[in-house]
């Protein structure tokens, strides 16, 4: 297990879900943990309720407030990618290329330029995580512009391990996890979907922030892990 007490670790799109549930197992660790976000009232509430957690607002998307934030922390040990959109879904017939192009800006665009620009402050025994989702892996109809964007991020785990050695590289992909995410829907369709994947899922249920939360961790203090995308989906990819 790497030491990580005093460690500086970063989190990308970690204000609320499983970001911000692996920012506080990190923290218990002892690590330093920098969490980012675009939201301003979310922010200033994860500052309130967690004061152990450093609490910064960047636009992952932009790559001049991508340079700003780096610069202003120095030196990173450990980078964590959670950052995502809400675009991309939909049948393939009807799925509008403009929406989906938008998907991949908000969600793999955004963790290719946040961890490309962070190469040179990150350590040389750090570590990068990605985030993707379980719908890369998975053939559920719907999912088609989801499964491109994601399956983008995983693509490129494996080379990016063996290219930017001994920094290690490796990914979380998470099935359906019940976070503010889905708040982005009626509540009468949020209800119906997670009921629907819960009972799809071969445990019986969707995951919890905490769960992903400690995936995370697992990943970012092994420091044997390198090159792996690492499945929490409660099986739902083979149903």
């Known amino acids: 297990m790497t030491e990580v007490s005093g460690r500086k670790i970063v989190i990308m799109g970690g204000t ?33 309720e967690n004061p152990e957690l450093a609490v910064e607002i960047v636009d992952a998307t932009s790559v001049e407030a991508l340079d700003s934030f780096y610069q202003s922390q120095a030196s990173i040990g450990d980078l964590v990618l959670c950052v995502s959109g809400a675009k991309g879904a939909g049948p393939f017939a009807q799925l509008s290329s403009v929406e989906l192009h938008e ?41 088609v512009g989801l499964a491109a964007i994601n399956g983008a991020i995983e693509s490129m785990v494996k080379p990016l391990a063996r290219e930017l050695k001994p920094l290690r590289i490796n990914a979380v992909s998470p099935g359906v996890v019940e976070t503010p995410w889905w708040d982005k829907l009626t509540p009468n369709l949020r209800e119906t979907l997670l009921k629907q994947s819960a009972a799809a899922s071969l445990v019986g249920r969707n995951g919890s922030p905490q769960e992903l939360g400690s995936a995370i961790a697992f990943l970012v203090t092994n420091g044997f892990v390198n090159g792996t995308v690492l499945e929490i989906d409660g099986g739902l990819r083979l149903s």
């Open 16 to 48: 609320s879900g499983m970001g911000l549930a692996a920012a506080r197992q990190l923290a218990s660790l002892g690590a330093s943990l920098v969490v980012t976000g675009r939201d301003q009232d979310r922010a200033a509430k994860v500052r309130q």
């Open 103 to 143: 998907g991949f800006q908000q969600k793999f665009f955004a963790q290719f330029h946040a961890a490309q620009r962070a190469l040179p402050f990150l350590q040389k025994d750090g570590s990068i995580t990605f985030v993707s989702a379980i719908s890369a892996r998975a053939a559920n109809p719907g999912t």
